[in-house]
């Protein structure tokens, strides 16, 4: 059986951290204000980031990793929406976060952290049962190593099995053959 470190599963588990990482950013820029980006630039971030986050995922990825992955990803992205708001911003109407509170900035980022930290947990908890699940099945299924052990070792026990006697007396090494048909 293969890891969940290796093959589909592996890409299926980037993908999802991605996933992880580009949503909560998406939701918390347009719940500040923010506009919500097109479809395409929304797969290319989501892309990128799966790109970036793929090779934490060879392993079973900790909770110190995941937090600072969904950190940095979530500061980059945050930037990223900003300055794709600016670029489509309209001259006479205004795109970006509403910062009139001067609390404002502490309250985002407070809201980034305790998301941060609420969805590294619940990920963290799923790759748990997900390489736990996967160790305990995978000393259950037999392998291709694991058969071919079981049968080399049948050869060998009956190969060393002790010959009874009555048929080493028949045996056509000692000369005898069958009876000649006239």
Do not use: K
């Not at 093959?7 to 347009?30: C, K, M, N, Q």
């Not at 060879?58 to 500061?75: N, S, T």
């Not at 992205?77 to 670029?87: I, K, M, N, S, T």
């Amino acid at each position: 059986m293969r890891s969940p470190g290796t093959g589909l599963l592996r890409e299926v588990r980037a993908l999802l951290l991605a996933a992880a990482i580009v949503l909560p950013s998406l939701g918390a820029h347009v719940l500040a204000g923010g506009s919500i980006p097109g479809a395409v630039p929304l797969l290319v971030a989501l892309a990128l980031t799966a790109v970036i986050v793929r090779p934490l995922c060879r392993r079973e990825v900790r909770l110190p990793w995941m937090l600072a992955g969904l950190g940095v990803g979530q500061v980059l992205l945050h930037v990223g929406f900003e300055q794709g708001a600016a670029l489509t911003a309209h001259p006479a109407h205004h795109h970006g976060h509403v910062h009139d509170d001067p609390a404002a900035p502490l309250v985002m980022l407070a809201a980034h952290v305790l998301a941060d930290v609420v969805i590294a947990l619940g990920l963290r908890y799923g790759e748990s049962l997900l390489w736990r699940w996967w160790r305990w099945w995978s000393h259950r299924i037999p392998t291709t190593d694991r058969v071919l052990g079981v049968v080399g070792a049948a050869r060998r026990a009956v190969r060393d099995l002790p010959v009874p006697a009555c048929s080493r007396r028949h045996s056509p090494a000692q000369g005898r053959a069958p009876p000649v048909i006239a």
